[in-house]
């Protein structure tokens, strides 16, 4: 193959999922099967690179200062669902069971990463709390090592002396998933997150 080709490949294996035999056959594709769609790749990833940008309330996606959710004046700006990153977002989102606000953090805790608060985007929710709008922040980092360091410095440093709720997803068993594939922390999540059946 050509240098021009390899360096297209190098850069679209750099992608998340997107391993040696992926990031080859989409080069192929653009190449070799649909040439005449290259521009217009090219110029919407032009036009999202100068676009696009964090919103300043909540860290996702925008194109003006406030992102479409955060703009929107039906949705409960009082409850606040804290996300690692904006594809949680999106999931929780698309799936319509909730109708507050959001708050990307671009990340977790992780000191051995060099992940610190600083890296994260705490700021902006200590400035939504301390504005007085915010009554509850709903949690919804991983349930690993990271996340849970993560959910501890938030409650102990970002919301304590401040009168706000907080809260935690709840973590079990898949919908249609059967207790021998489950793994232990999976089985201790859905044990500690049991609620009455009445």
């Known amino acids: 193959m050509t240098p021009a080709f390899e360096?297209?490949?190098?850069?679209l294996k750099?992608?998340?999922?997107?391993?040696?035999?992926?990031?080859?056959r989409i080069a192929l594709h653009l190449l070799v099967e649909k040439p005449a769609q290259l521009p217009a790749l090219v110029a919407a990833l032009e036009e999202a690179a100068r676009a696009v940008r964090r919103c300043t309330r909540c860290g996702n996606l925008a194109e003006e200062e406030l992102c479409g959710l955060c703009a929107d004046e039906r949705r409960d700006q009082t409850v606040v669902c804290v996300v690692e990153h904006v594809p949680d977002l999106v999931a929780i989102e698309r799936s319509g069971a909730f109708r507050g606000s959001y708050h990307v953090l671009h990340g977790k805790l992780s000191p051995i990463q060099g992940v610190g608060p600083e890296q994260l985007?705490?700021?902006?929710?200590?400035?939504?709390?301390e504005t007085g709008g915010v009554g509850e922040l709903i949690l919804a980092l991983s349930n690993d090592v990271e996340g849970e360091a993560t959910c501890h410095y938030l409650t102990e440093y970002i919301t304590k002396g401040r009168d706000v709720k907080i809260t935690r997803i709840g973590f079990g068993l898949p919908s249609g998933g059967g207790v021998l594939y489950?793994?232990?922390?999976?089985?201790?999540?859905?044990?500690?997150?049991?609620?009455?059946?009445?």
């Open 7 to 11: 360096k297209l490949q190098k850069h």
């Open 121 to 129: 985007n705490f700021g902006a929710l200590i400035d939504r709390i």
């Open 14 to 24: 750099q992608l998340p999922g997107l391993g040696y035999r992926s990031s080859e």
């Open 182 to 198: 489950a793994d232990s922390v999976t089985l201790r999540s859905a044990l500690e997150g049991r609620r009455s059946f009445q």
